[in-house]
């Protein structure tokens, strides 16, 4: 793939700012560079230094548990950033245009609406699949990025792998991203293994839920070298900060963390959807695999408005495209996921269904 022909020139030419520490990432000596504050930073720890740019130990670990290669990652201020990033990099609001398939995350038409860039919405199918024809069809000239996310927020599904193969294998004058958010509650292997097959392709994924660093603020995109490089190029200097880079080194090197509460959040998830199942006003309970399930609801809306009275903070998803009086639950402890069953159980008994 020619890359240069899909990255905005200005992009390509770009000539990044040269930080501090990009001039010098040694450890010892006499640091004058970066007017920095040589006493210290009124905590027990010291945080009065930049931290590294291109946060290589942690780039180093993440390597190792995705099975890829350090130069292939892209570490953001969560996913959110690389989303952004990736549309200013490739997308003019003049020439450009991102298809989108809704109900989805919905970020990806925010960041194109603040750069002022089209989207083009291709909705999922009544299964919550891609519609791969229209997708397909939809593309022209114009078409820059397709968002896919799998599993989808918020519908909670894996999209077919073949329906992603046949838009990876029609469209290679642009990037697909594949938001693999909630890949580590699915049982299906990360699309990072294919990058090597699909130059186009751009995978993302983050620490927010199953490494549950949400607070943290880490994103990673997954890609060939070249656009890593422009990722970096674009960036603000130090986007993931020393505390940040420090506490996700920590937790990475806690592997059993994240196994064992994967496993805890299947457990709560089956045994949420064994009791939801009970219940009179529950309509449908969409597949899962991730660590949310989407459920319709009888009288959705009067629902959601009596769980918050019972402070029971759920999402109501009502409003967005297929998914009429449906309630995204994200799946809790299991005390707090009797609680919800509990306050439902109430809500039916005193409302007709
Ligand atoms: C599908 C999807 N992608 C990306 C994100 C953003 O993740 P991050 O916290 O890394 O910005 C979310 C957050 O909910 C999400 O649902």
Redesign the pocket.
Known sequence: MDYKKYILPHIWDLKPYSSARDEFNGNEGIFLDANENPIGSGLTENYNRYPDPLQLHIKDQIALIKKCSTDQIFLGN???EAIDLLIRMTCTSKSSSIIVCPPT?G?YEVSAAINNVPIIKINLTAEYQLNSDLIIQAIDSTTRLIFI?SPN?PTGNLMNREDIYKILDSFKTGFIVI?E??IDFSDEPSFIHELAKFPQLIV?Q?L?KAYGL?SL?L?MAFADPIIIKLFNKIKPPYNIGGATQNLVQKALENSYFVTESIQHIKINKNKLIADLKHIIGVRSIFHSDANFILVKFIRAQELFDFLISQKIIARNRSNVALCDDSIRITIGLESENEELILKIKIFYTKNDV
């Open positions: 969560g996913s959110d995350y970020m996310c927020n938001d958010a909630y993302m983050t927010s949400a603020r994103g």
